[in-house]
């Protein structure tokens, strides 16, 4: 099958005022990543992030870290100026936003530009995605990356092109050096292009250069994988934490951030996108669909969150938004996107109106009551310290981030000195210490004890009900999270 003729492609160069409308409003929601940035307490990946930056840089996503470092260096992190929370997280936060009109650019070729912003602005209302933009960590810069290269990859399919279909594989190679994650879109953007024909539609495209490109990097992907995976899954699974499999976390974390409100919107979507042989409605389900069940099988031999998927959320976004382009017609034409009637364009513009209004609802939710979503460390560690006698012994969890707030000019804060790091391996060491007559302070996060082994939680849980009491406590709950953080005395 021949590529798509001009009448059978998306009407991209038509002005469209309500596209226009959806992106600009997406471009300046999107600048609520800048709000309250540095009002919230670190959290533990987000000290390990400045740490490993400067001084451990680990293999497996080498362009994250030293993106990172760059970034660090040129706040002056060599010359003794720590970077603050507000400096630690602008860089992700700019990422955050950049990838709103990323999203728009990556879709519009292949879906229209109505569906494109649509896209975009249900991305820029994501809590999930406010979430990220607000971290020290690489999920944003992924998520560009993987933006610019399923970019090229629609583009070098909808426009038969070798060359650019080449340039969005080896993009999402460069986006795993960043997080080794990216190449689960790359890979499940790939086998989208042999899936969706399943359908009885045909990707465009499929039958000139890119399948010969397909072809070729597929070797090569195969190659590199066999070579890279065992690295990665030896420095991953040999994390303690994340060494054990289990599937539900996952689904749990995936459901969490995909509201039901976009979930049923996507759910929706693909079943109109299969209806009517919407070819980039079915690309996105397919690559999406891969992704996840890709991700579940990993979940069974090793703890994955949903925020190693944080990659797919703009695919997510588009499918949610693909009603935008379908026509009322039983029978549309095939890839015709942005031609709808005045009451199906209504309809699919009040169906993304409850989608964005939903998640512009969670957003302002997680700017006021929820806090950030952040335990309040930074609060509870200055709390202990401006009360406690140097004689005086500090037991916490999330230790990087007691020595962030604790030591003010230190760097290499995985080197924690300022209190007992108090976790699962050392569970039994504040009941040592309880036999000599000195004052400890203990600054713990309760939701954390489920890690531990039920022998060590009892103990400690124990120690805490007999022998201490409760000072100070900073309530935050978020649904079914408990993030408080609370600070117990022993005298």
Known sequence: MAAPSPTQRPQNSER??????????????????????????????????????LFRSPKNNPLGYWIFERYFEMMGARDGIRPDEFTMRFLPA???????????????????????????????????????????????????????ASGLCLRGFWQSSAIKLSAGLLAFGVAS??????????????????????FKVQVPGMDGPPRKTLYLFGVVGLIGLALWAPQVWSTW???????????AHLVLTFGFFVTPVLGAAALFAAHQAVTTKNTIGIFALATIVASVLAALATAFFARVSAQYLFGLLPWIALLAAMPLGTRSAKKPANNQADQSTPQASALS????????????????????????????????????????????????????????YLEPRKLEVRDVRGVTYLTKFNALEPGKWARFNRKSWFVLNREELYDWPAESRAKFTELLSQDCRLVKSWPLFVESRDLSVEVYVRD
Request: aromatic letters at 12%; one cysteine or more; hydrophobic letters at 55%.
């Open 177 to 198: 050096l960043a997080h080794p994650t990216a190449a689960i879109v790359g890979a499940a953007l790939f086998l989208a292009a042999f899936v969706v024909p399943l």
């Open 94 to 148: 700019l990422l955050g936003w950049l990838g709103v009109p990323l999203t728009f650019w990556a879709f519009y070729p292949a879906a229209g530009k109505r569906v494109a912003a649509g896209a975009a602005l249900i991305l820029a209302v994501s809590a999930w995605h406010l979430y990220w933009s607000q971290n020290a960590r690489f999920y944003t810069l992924v998520q560009d990356l993987v933006l610019v």
């Open 16 to 53: 469209d005022p309500i596209a226009t409308a959806l992106l600009v409003a997406a471009c300046l929601l999107g600048t609520l990543v800048f709000v309250r940035l540095g009002e919230w307490s670190l959290w533990i990946d987000e000290a390990f992030a400045l740490s490993d930056s």
């Open 349 to 404: 513009l009040g169906l993304l109106a409850v989608v964005a209004l939903s998640g512009l609802t969670q957003e302002v939710l997680y700017l006021t009551v929820r806090q950030g979503e952040r335990p309040k460390w930074r609060e509870a560690y200055r709390y202990v310290w401006n009360h406690r006698a140097p004689s005086d012994q500090v037991f916490g969890m999330a230790g990087p981030v007691a020595e962030y």
């Open 237 to 247: 699974n040999g994390d303690a934490a994340k060494g054990v499999g289990d599937p």
